[in-house]
């Protein structure tokens, strides 16, 4: 589209801030309504693989992920007490590196002063209160009272998202999987120069993720009750329990835990929107419309993904409508089959049944996926 867009990203999440610097980067009027009063991500880390990578070279982003993370080339496979079994080097993206691992807060931090200095306006403790598609533009009422007139709203509002009830009540709800995630952050091992994965078969799996020249964090995925949390105070000796049957670096970084309230506990559970994911100028991106297991350490590079092409299929389309027609006919395939392959890996690592069409995607491997995924999107 020749002339400028007036946009309002609901969420100012990885995938909304990379939306809001892309668009405000090509002269549309950005907003972002972010409901947290300041970008506060949870204190654990991300990886960023090479296609999210490439996205972060492509809005101008790629050194200071970088120089906030730590950039690494080679998966390490171990046993239970560190010895490697194998080493898998990782893909690149048309000349991005193959991998980062980032803090969560240093990632939001990149993004939001990009997302600033482009000229995108966040406003933070705010959510949409009322909104009114009349087919030519969006009348949204903020919890802050304001109100605006959109060309579009873009749904980046993550796997709760809000907008999608709006849009399509609780069809969608997430479904939880009967996996949970323990992650805790803790002084990088020497030796752990890029991701480390060290497994005692069926039973466990730990992995070791470094994110900075000075912290790694610690992995794992269980079988847990829809409805356990951990109490804070305990979730470390919960985490011990069940990784007693690592020694090395497992339970050497299980050591180094300081305060047991460090241990972040994340229920895994995975949403798909089956209908368009936009309704009249309404569209929802990211975790909102296809949040998938981290599996394939593809979430976020999934919601950074659709943003860019967003940006790209505004650019080349006539009008609102068909750009959203045409981005979504590009994103649904890769979206859907990093979502599917996914939860095939948790199945498979978990030892749980999978069905004949997971066997058959399984059949490309974690590698085979990295080199699929690191193709353009
Ligand atoms: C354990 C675990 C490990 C993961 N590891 C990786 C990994 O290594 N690599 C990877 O690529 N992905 C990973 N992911 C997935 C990744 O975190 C998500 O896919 C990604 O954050 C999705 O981005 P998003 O912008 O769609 O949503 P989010 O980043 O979740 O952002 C949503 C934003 O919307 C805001 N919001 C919510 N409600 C409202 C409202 N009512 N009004 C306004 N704003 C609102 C939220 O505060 C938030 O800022 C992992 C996920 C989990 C659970």
Redesign the pocket.
């Given at each position: 589209m020749a002339s400028p867009l007036r946009v309002l990203i609901?969420?100012?999440?990885?995938?909304?801030l990379t939306l809001a610097t892309a668009l405000a980067r090509r002269g549309h009027t950005v907003e972002v309504?972010?409901?947290?009063d300041e970008l506060d991500a949870l204190g654990v880390g991300?990886?960023?693989?090479s296609n999210?990578l490439h996205v972060m070279r492509e809005i101008g982003l790629l050194e200071a992920c970088l120089a906030a993370g730590f950039e690494w080339e080679v998966l390490t496979i171990a046993d239970p007490m560190g010895n490697e079994l194998a080493r898998i080097p990782q893909p690149r993206m048309d000349g991005a590196p193959p991998n980062n691992g980032i803090p969560r807060p240093a990632l939001a931090e990149v993004l939001g002063e990009a997302a600033g200095a482009a000229g995108a306006r966040i406003r933070f403790g705010?959510?949409?209160a009322e909104l009114d598609d009349d087919g030519t533009g969006v009348t949204v009422r903020l919890s802050d009272g304001s109100a605006g007139r959109w060309d579009l709203v873009v749904g980046?509002?993550?796997?709760?998202?809000?907008l999608r009830t709006r849009l399509y009540g609780e069809r969608y709800a997430p479904e939880y999987t009967g996996f949970a995630?323990w992650?805790v952050t803790v002084p990088r091992q020497a030796g752990v120069r890029g991701v480390v994965m060290s497994t005692a078969g069926q039973e466990a799996k730990a992995l070791l993720t470094p994110i900075t020249d000075e912290l790694m964090y610690l992995?794992a995925v269980f079988a847990e009750a829809e409805d356990f949390r951990p109490d804070p105070e305990l979730a470390h000796e919960e985490l011990v329990k069940r990784l007693a049957m690592f020694s090395g670096p497992v339970a050497e970084a299980l050591a180094a835990v300081d305060d047991p309230g460090a241990v972040v506990y994340?229920r895994?559970s995975q949403v798909t929107v089956e209908e368009p994911w936009h309704v009249g100028r309404v569209v929802l991106?990211?975790?909102?419309a296809h949040?998938s297991t981290?599996h394939l350490?593809?979430?976020?590079?999934?919601?950074v993904e659709d943003a860019f092409v967003l940006a790209e299929s505004l650019d080349a389309a006539p009008t609102v409508p068909e750009a959203l027609e045409a981005w979504e006919a590009r994103r649904r395939p890769r979206a859907m089959w990093v979502q599917a392959l996914s939860r095939a890996v948790l199945k498979q690592e978990m030892g749980a049944e999978t069905t004949p069409e997971e066997d058959e995607l399984l059949k490309i491997g974690v590698p085979g996926a990295a080199h699929v995924l690191a193709k353009p999107y």
């Open positions: 609901h969420g100012g999440g990885i995938g909304g309504a972010e409901i947290r991300i990886i960023q693989p999210a705010t959510t949409v980046f509002d993550g796997i709760g998202s809000p995630n992650r992995g994340s895994i991106a990211g975790d909102a949040a981290p350490a593809q979430g976020a590079a999934m919601a």
